[in-house]
């Protein structure tokens, strides 16, 4: 079912006006639409035109009237999904704000075909997908529409090339405060900003020239390409997202229009090109907003990317990872397991301790009140040996059925594996899912009153979401705690084509209680022991430069380690042609001599046995 349209605007131009007069336009949305024919809609002195009903901002002057014999030629159809075509005026206007494509919704199969020339009678919305709680932009489209072709076989209006030189650098206006945040009500300046040139162009015919894969392809037929191949590179060919402040304008998503049955999409990696011309109407999606709906496809050139291995930890180097193996649990095929397993020796180098993320429970998704994980813990450290590493052992703790978030029936957790040849692990009892860990001091050092134990597990800052799993190690006869963590996801957020700018990013309060709360643990060790090695990493879910990650390290208790390496190289997740930084480990102030790893294995891939790359820290304690 699609959403309600947005409220109808006030404003209504000198040609809406003519066009009542006209006969051409419903004096009201409830109104039906006069049957005008094509000789009508000619003769008359103002025809509605598609740059009338897309206007100079992002709502349409004419949402939830009746027009009627609108003129266009059909540039794309799309006879899935959201079913409807494109059409485009080949009279278009001089004012560069008003687009001259429109999306028309039919909801069944068109039956026009690329290249007639229509004319298009039925009621102007704005249809906002994923809903108005979404924060997205609108989609301006005549729905419930009446259809007649006058002729087929038509040339298609030029198209509009989008460029290096055609986007503006800056992203969005900033938002009304009158009206909430949002850009809605402003006038489009598409030669100010990067959001406003591409809604200038909604609807309409474009083009993209040889351009850089900067998100992998997947099984939705998509993939993202930059316009702008110096913005921001990463080391492999991504687009690094460095700051709330300045985007990666240069970013568009690409989905083909032609069913995966009658032409398969190329498999792209980050950092391959799609050469030639790629061409097709504007659409505005749910999912990454403002997308090429390709009609036409350039050619992949694969650039051979490689997954990454890591350097080897030295005899006296401790060597620490995290991982999120995305949902794993006994009923997954025997192949991820392997895959994640040959990672873990091969690309990892078999890391003396690796902290887990989403470890399901022994069924996975079932819903039983199983809460164990030891049977997927079993077959993938087997799988480990396998493939040639080490006999790790493993701790970690239950969490109460249901309580810790993620897919429904997983009771995903964090989980330690390591190496009993190479460092031990202190077992103190009495840890358990709803029983906080402490610290102590203990023949004149710090340690934890539970190994493994959680940390502060009745703090509302971790309802329905992961517990930190706190663990006491030892190498070479040093102390080591570890915190692993999962934090919350991004889910609720709005996206970054918001119609609030900047967009609300609601699920940050969350990360930023529990950064706190992990923050004031660490501060708990230090203040036993000041020397005392500790090191916190896991999916923080949050950037670098976050306030989740400001709230990590407040009053220097820990250092964020991934600063450590060249910017192009900081990303351990790749969304929406951004490569960011979500997987993080950070370290004590002791911990001064390291080498920090993002270890790109699977982010950048169309093929990936999780969607987060691994991070590697080696260091002497």
């Known amino acids: 079912m699609r959403p309600s349209p947005l409220p109808r605007t006030a404003a209504v131009s000198a040609v809406v006006a003519a066009a009542l007069a006209a006969g051409l336009l419903a004096a009201s949305p409830s ?9 009508a809609a000619d003769s008359a002195v ?21 027009v009627t014999a609108v003129p266009g030629i059909v540039t794309g159809v799309r006879p899935y999904g959201s079913k409807g075509f494109w059409i485009q005026d080949a009279q278009p206007d001089a004012d560069p704000a008003t687009s001259e494509g429109l999306f028309v919704f039919t909801g069944s199969a068109p039956t026009v075909a690329v290249g007639d020339a229509v004319t298009v009678s039925g009621t102007v919305t704005e249809y906002i997908p994923g809903g108005t709680s979404s924060g997205n932009q609108s ?19 030029a198209p509009t090339v989008i460029s290096a030189r055609s986007v503006p650098s800056a992203y969005a206006p900033e938002g009304d405060p009158a009206a909430g ?11 100010s900003y990067a959001l406003d040139y591409l809604e200038s162009l909604e609807g309409t ?15 939705h037929a998509e993939l993202w390409v930059t316009v702008k191949p110096h913005e921001n590179p990463s080391a492999r060919g991504g687009a690094v997202y460095g700051s709330y402040a300045s985007q990666n304008t240069g970013r568009l998503k690409i989905q083909s229009l032609v069913p995966l049955s009658q032409q398969p999409f190329p498999k792209a990696n980050v950092g391959d090109w799609l050469t030639g011309t790629t061409e097709g109407p504007l659409d505005f999606n749910q999912f990454g907003g403002y997308t090429l709906a ?14 990454e291995v890591t350097e080897k930890q030295h005899r006296s180097e401790l060597a620490v990872a995290t991982y999120n193996v995305e949902n794993l649990d006994p009923g997954d095929p025997q192949e991820k397991f392997d895959a994640l397993a040959k990672a873990v020796v091969e690309n990892l180098a078999s890391p003396d301790i690796v902290a887990l993320e989403e470890i399901q429970d022994n069924n996975g998704a079932k819903n039983d009140g199983t809460v164990a994980a030891d049977q997927t813990l079993k077959k993938f450290t087997d799988a480990i040996v396998a493939a040639g590493g080490p006999a790790y052992e493993w701790r970690s703790i239950d969490p109460a059925n249901g309580k810790d978030g993620g897919e429904p029936g997983g009771n995903i957790r964090q989980v330690f594996l390591f190496n009993p040849e190479r460092v031990s692990f202190t077992d103190r009892a ?43 190690f030892t190498f070479r006869g040093r102390t080591v705690f570890v915190i692993a963590n999962h934090f919350g996801s991004k889910g609720g957020d709005e996206s970054l084509v918001s119609h609030h700018q900047p967009p609300n990013r609601s699920s940050e309060t969350k990360r930023l209680q529990q950064a706190q709360a992990v923050n004031a643990f660490v501060k708990d060790v230090l203040k036993v022991q000041r020397t005392a090695d500790v090191v916190v990493l896991g999916d923080i879910n949050d950037f670098e430069f976050s306030a989740t990650t400001k709230a990590l390290t407040d009053g220097g208790a820990l250092y964020p380690a991934v600063m450590s390496l060249p910017r192009a190289e900081r990303y351990s997740y790749v969304f929406q042609g951004n490569s960011q930084v979500l997987d993080q480990i950070l370290t004590s102030p002791s911990i001064r001599d390291f080498t920090y790893d993002s270890v790109h294995i699977n982010a950048e891939f169309a093929d990936q046995n999780s969607d987060h790359d691994p991070q590697v820290l080696r260091f002497r304690p």
């Open 31 to 39: 109104a039906s639409a006069p049957a005008a024919s094509t000789t």
């Open 46 to 66: 103002q025809a509605i035109r598609v740059h009338d009903i897309q206007g100079s901002t992002r709502i349409s002057p004419l949402v939830g009237r009746q």
């Open 139 to 157: 989609l301006t489209q005549i729905s419930k529409p009446t259809v007649t072709v006058v002729s087929s076989g038509n040339p298609l209006p």
């Open 181 to 191: 945040g949002s850009i809605n009500g402003l006038p489009l300046r598409p030669g």
């Open 205 to 219: 015919n474009v083009r993209i020239g040889s351009s850089r894969v900067v998100t992998a392809s997947n099984e």
């Open 294 to 307: 390709a009609r036409t496809l350039g050619t992949l050139a694969d650039r051979g990317l490689e997954r």
């Open 430 to 472: 009495g840890g358990d899912a709803a029983t906080a860990t402490g610290v102590v001091r203990e023949k004149g050092r710090a340690a934890l009153t539970h190994s493994p134990g959680r940390i502060d597990p009745a703090n509302s800052a971790w309802d329905n979401s992961r517990k930190p799993l706190a663990g006491e």
